[in-house]
């Protein structure tokens, strides 16, 4: 893709997250890989009056920022750290969805109450530690509830999804909040049947299939 269709394709996301009702305002951000370093959403600024030239353009060690005295994402550690440990990621979407986030709260991941829990990548969504936003840590913390999954809890903050750009990521993080709301309702009745390893493996299995 171009870097203006990545620029096009951050700023659908964004409006995505908030028109979706996963995200409120100015809050969360939306990330892509370009060259060596990454597309990002500026900071505090409204989704539906940006145009393609306002999405900031910066190195992973958060030099050469483009356009100059432009500010990126407070967040943008989170997302240098995951591009830089995971090559395998070309998108980024970090937002604060209901459900997703009140489990944060109360550092709980999802664990394989339905075994749609593997669109993650895994038998589980895990939650992160906590860690200050906008910083290392964070991105840290973000990497060790990851591993080679594609979302994680962050503890009182919110969701993170990585995936080949940022519309894979926005359908991932739609998905997250589906199965947060739905582990939460669960909850509410009672301790939900949690699938063994051993089913999470085959549906595993199955899934590059799925649907």
Do not use: K, W
């Given at each position: 893709m171009s870097e203006l269709g990545l620029r096009t394709a951050i700023l659908?996301?964004?409006?995505?997250?908030?028109?979706?009702?996963?995200?409120?305002?100015?809050?969360?951000?939306?990330?892509?890989?370009?060259?060596?370093g990454m597309l990002i959403t500026p900071s505090a600024a409204s989704y539906d009056r940006l145009g393609p030239d306002d999405v900031v353009t910066m190195a992973l060690d958060g030099a050469g920022i483009h356009p100059a005295g432009a500010r990126p994402s407070t967040d943008w550690r989170l997302h240098a750290g995951i591009y830089a440990a995971r090559p395998d990621v070309g998108g980024i979407l970090h937002a604060h969805p209901m459900f997703a986030t009140a489990l944060a709260c109360l550092r709980r991941g999802i664990p394989a109450f339905h075994y749609m829990v593997a669109v993650a990548g895994g038998?589980?969504?895990?939650?992160?530690?906590?860690?200050?936003?906008?910083t290392r840590e964070l991105a840290d913390a973000a990497l060790e509830a990851l591993g080679q999954r594609r979302a994680c809890l962050l503890a009182n903050h919110g969701l993170v999804t990585?995936?080949?750009?940022?519309?894979?990521?926005?359908d991932l993080a739609i998905e997250v909040e589906v199965l947060a709301g739905q582990y939460w309702h669960?909850?509410?009745?009672?301790?939900?049947?949690?699938?063994?390893d051993a089913e999470m493996e085959r549906v595993l299995e199955r899934f590059p299939d799925y649907r």
């Open positions: 659908d996301a964004a409006r995505g997250m908030n028109a979706h009702g996963i995200n409120r305002g100015t809050s969360g951000n939306v990330s892509a890989r370009c060259d060596a038998s589980e969504i895990a939650c992160a530690r906590y860690a200050t936003f906008g990585c995936a080949a750009g940022p519309r894979e990521a926005l669960a909850l509410q009745v009672g301790a939900p049947a949690i699938l063994d």
